[in-house]
């Protein structure tokens, strides 16, 4: 009864309408956003007086924002290869592993998504003050993979339970050498798991914004560190340039990830 | 059987494996276990050794206010997306499957959307020339703009926005689960709908609502970008504190005893929800 669409009655508009307005309420400020990127106010009148593509142009005139969001780009795509690397050896170890004690590393593996990110970002903005490492390429790196990691292994390891060991193990038998039979066999039954480890990776490095405040120096910083330094002195439309090409960017990196789970799927 | 075992490295040869996953070990105990461990030592340490940290923590007002509004939005932000999370997984489950899949998109969009674009969002919807109040004045509930940012209202509904989903994924996760013959059965044995409601869909979907809200308050609890941008430095939360502490005042002391007191609370509700998980488990 309640969990049947059609004999619900009158719950079922109410319900309807509850769902409607949530939509609306997670949609509404995304669109709002794209809008005013485009719209001419400077002082973000909405609906927008007239429509112009100058916020763009003061975006890519300057070469801070550039800069930004070419160091977010290196770090990001750094951080989704040693993710997948070491989020697949991490897996192997863990499903295909015969040791004691698999599930308290599983869970040590997930701790720093537990966490609370200042908490990380704190602790390590203090280890890299006394090794050198603040304001470095490296220290974003590590600091980035520390959080990306266990999207990574949750994601592989998932996709390497669904893979029956027995299909490498005839490779075996049919003459391939372990290390052939993983990389020519197993590694592309479980590449949707890999694909989708590297699109999150590459996500969660991209819009990391706590970890990368404590990070940055003045000559280096991420795209969401720069976001964030402007945000603090003013709301100009400039940023609701930059989010419209963040949001662009999520929203194509979620189609391919839902191609990749089609494909795997069919 | 046993000359195929020693031929496949799958079977067999105990202990093997492990070395897979050394890599990620040693990252995760050089560049998480031994920093956060650092930083908690500090606590205790600096300025000199002793609790006078916790103790300035505990005894002073100013940080009473800020551990207050910590748990108050925490608290307020976790009843709000139950109520909207609750009908709308439920309402998720039975729709129509284009329109569900639809929303469905559009929760995975916004969730994966990125924060400050979010943030900014809400920053300019609340100020007080923003599109919010402009439309309350012209549609006569208030004739002043009210004062929605630097205050915990602005933070109460940026989080809210961004909390939503992580509220939603497990409660869909748990009524999808649920057996629509059970309601009917209700049905058949006289229950009205809101009894049905009341006393065994909602029951049934105590796990999800009881995972969901704790996630949402714990995650709320240690938030940083949204309360610092929405909030103020006037409306000071937990995570800002921490910030605050040590790159600001460069107080180390300070900022690890906050710290500390951050993750033993994270800590103790997970610990709380796994036994209580357990527990269910076990029962049945």
Same mark, same amino acid.
């Given at each position: %009864?309640? #969990?049947?669409?059609?004999?619900?009655g009158?719950?079922?508009?109410?319900?309807?309408?509850?769902?409607?307005?949530?939509?609306?309420?997670?949609?509404?400020?995304?669109?709002?956003?794209?809008?005013?990127?485009?719209?001419?106010?400077?002082?973000?009148?909405?609906? !927008? !007086?007239?429509?112009?593509?100058?916020?763009?142009?003061?975006?890519?005139?300057?070469?801070?924002?550039?800069?930004?969001?070419?160091?977010?780009?290196?770090?990001?795509?750094?951080?989704?290869?040693?993710?997948?690397?070491?989020?697949?050896?991490?897996?192997?170890?863990?499903?295909?592993?015969?040791?004691? $004690?698999?599930?308290?590393?599983?869970?040590?593996?997930?701790?720093?998504?537990?966490? !609370?990110?200042?908490?990380?970002?704190?602790?390590?903005?203090?280890?890299?003050?006394?090794?050198?490492?603040?304001?470095?390429?490296?220290?974003?790196?590590?600091?980035?993979?520390?959080?990306?990691?266990?999207?990574?292994?949750?994601?592989?390891?998932?996709?390497?339970?669904t893979f029956?060991?027995?299909?490498?193990?005839?490779?075996?038998?049919?003459?391939?050498?372990?290390?052939?039979?993983?990389?020519?066999?197993?590694?592309?039954?479980?590449?949707?798991?890999?694909?989708?480890?590297?699109?999150?990776?590459? #996500?969660?490095?991209?819009?990391?914004?706590?970890?990368?405040?404590?990070?940055a120096?003045?000559?280096?910083?991420?795209?969401?560190?720069?976001?964030?330094?402007?945000?603090?002195?003013?709301?100009?439309?400039?940023?609701?340039?930059a989010?419209?090409?963040?949001?662009?960017?999520?929203?194509?990196?979620m189609?391919?990830?839902?191609?990749?789970?089609? &494909?795997?799927?069919? | 059987?046993?000359i195929?075992?020693?031929?496949?490295?799958?079977?067999?040869?105990?202990?093997?494996?492990?070395?897979?996953?050394?890599?990620?070990?040693?990252?995760? #105990?050089?560049?998480?276990?031994?920093?956060?461990?650092?930083?908690?030592?500090?606590?205790?340490?600096?300025?000199?050794?002793?609790?006078?940290?916790?103790?300035?923590?505990?005894?002073?007002?100013?940080?009473?206010?800020?551990?207050?509004?910590?748990?108050?939005?925490?608290?307020?932000?976790?009843?709000?997306?139950?109520?909207?999370?609750?009908?709308?997984?439920?309402?998720?489950?039975?729709?129509?499957?284009?329109?569900?899949?639809?929303i469905?998109?559009?929760?995975?969009?916004?969730?994966?959307?990125?924060?400050?674009?979010?943030?900014?969002?809400? %920053?300019?919807?609340l +100020? +007080?020339?923003?599109?919010?109040?402009?439309?309350?004045?012209?549609?006569?509930i208030?004739?002043?703009?009210?004062?929605?940012t630097?205050?915990?209202?602005?933070?109460?509904?940026?989080?809210?926005?961004?909390?939503?989903?992580?509220?939603?994924?497990?409660?869909?996760?748990?009524?999808?689960?649920?057996?629509?013959?059970?309601?009917?059965?209700?049905?058949?044995?006289?229950?009205?709908?809101?009894?049905?409601?009341?006393?065994?869909?909602?029951?049934?979907?105590?796990?999800?609502?009881?995972?969901?809200?704790?996630?949402?308050?714990?995650?709320?609890?240690?938030?940083f970008?949204?309360?610092?941008?929405?909030? &103020?430095?006037?409306?000071? %939360?937990?995570?800002?504190?921490?910030? +605050?502490?040590?790159?600001?005042?460069?107080?180390?002391?300070?900022?690890?005893?906050?710290?500390?007191?951050?993750?033993?609370?994270?800590l $103790?509700?997970y610990?709380?929800?796994?036994?209580?998980?357990?527990?269910?488990?076990?029962?049945?």
């Amino acid at each position: %009864m309640l #969990l049947d669409f059609r004999k619900l009655g009158a719950w079922k508009w109410a319900l309807s309408a509850i769902c409607g307005l949530m939509t609306l309420f997670l949609l509404l400020p995304i669109l709002f956003i794209v809008a005013l990127s485009f719209g001419s106010s400077r002082w973000l009148i909405f609906p !927008p !007086p007239g429509w112009t593509l100058r916020w763009y142009e003061e975006l890519f005139a300057d070469p801070r924002w550039i800069d930004a969001a070419l160091t977010s780009a290196k770090i990001a795509v750094i951080v989704m290869v040693l993710s997948v690397v070491l989020g697949l050896l991490v897996s192997l170890a863990l499903v295909r592993g015969r040791f004691r $004690g698999r599930a308290v590393l599983r869970a040590f593996f997930l701790t720093p998504m537990v966490l !609370p990110v200042i908490i990380v970002a704190v602790a390590l903005y203090a280890a890299f003050l006394r090794l050198g490492l603040s304001g470095t390429l490296v220290g974003f790196v590590i600091a980035h993979l520390v959080v990306a990691l266990p999207f990574s292994i949750i994601t592989i390891s998932g996709a390497l339970e669904t893979f029956d060991p027995a299909i490498e193990d005839a490779a075996i038998l049919c003459g391939a050498s372990p290390w052939e039979a993983r990389l020519r066999v197993t590694m592309p039954c479980i590449s949707h798991g890999l694909f989708s480890a590297a699109i999150f990776s590459f #996500l969660i490095s991209w819009d990391e914004v706590v970890l990368a405040i404590f990070m940055a120096s003045p000559s280096l910083q991420t795209l969401p560190v720069k976001v964030w330094t402007t945000l603090r002195q003013d709301l100009t439309p400039v940023i609701a340039a930059a989010s419209t090409l963040l949001i662009a960017l999520t929203v194509l990196l979620m189609v391919i990830a839902a191609l990749i789970r089609k &494909g795997k799927a069919r | 059987m046993s000359i195929i075992r020693l031929a496949l490295p799958n079977r067999g040869r105990g202990g093997s494996g492990l070395a897979l996953a050394m890599p990620a070990v040693l990252l995760l #105990l050089a560049f998480f276990v031994i920093p956060v461990a650092m930083l908690l030592l500090r606590s205790i340490t600096e300025p000199e050794p002793g609790l006078q940290n916790y103790a300035a923590l505990v005894g002073s007002p100013t940080y009473a206010k800020v551990f207050l509004n910590t748990f108050f939005v925490a608290g307020i932000v976790t009843l709000i997306t139950v109520l909207i999370a609750f009908p709308v997984a439920w309402a998720l489950t039975i729709m129509p499957r284009p329109w569900a899949a639809v929303i469905f998109a559009i929760i995975i969009l916004s969730m994966w959307t990125n924060l400050l674009a979010r943030t900014y969002a809400w %920053m300019v919807l609340l +100020q +007080q020339t923003g599109l919010i109040n402009r439309i309350l004045i012209s549609i006569g509930i208030i004739d002043q703009p009210l004062q929605l940012t630097n205050n915990l209202i602005g933070v109460t509904i940026g989080m809210v926005y961004i909390m939503l989903p992580f509220m939603i994924l497990p409660l869909l996760g748990v009524i999808r689960k649920i057996d629509p013959s059970i309601l009917q059965a209700a049905a058949l044995c006289g229950a009205t709908r809101w009894q049905a409601l009341t006393r065994v869909l909602l029951p049934l979907a105590t796990p999800g609502i009881a995972s969901g809200g704790l996630m949402v308050f714990v995650m709320s609890l240690g938030y940083f970008v949204t309360p610092s941008l929405l909030g &103020g430095t006037a409306n000071m %939360m937990l995570a800002e504190l921490i910030a +605050q502490q040590v790159q600001s005042l460069v107080n180390w002391g300070m900022g690890g005893a906050a710290a500390f007191i951050l993750l033993v609370v994270t800590l $103790g509700l997970y610990a709380v929800q796994l036994r209580f998980f357990e527990a269910r488990e076990g029962t049945r």
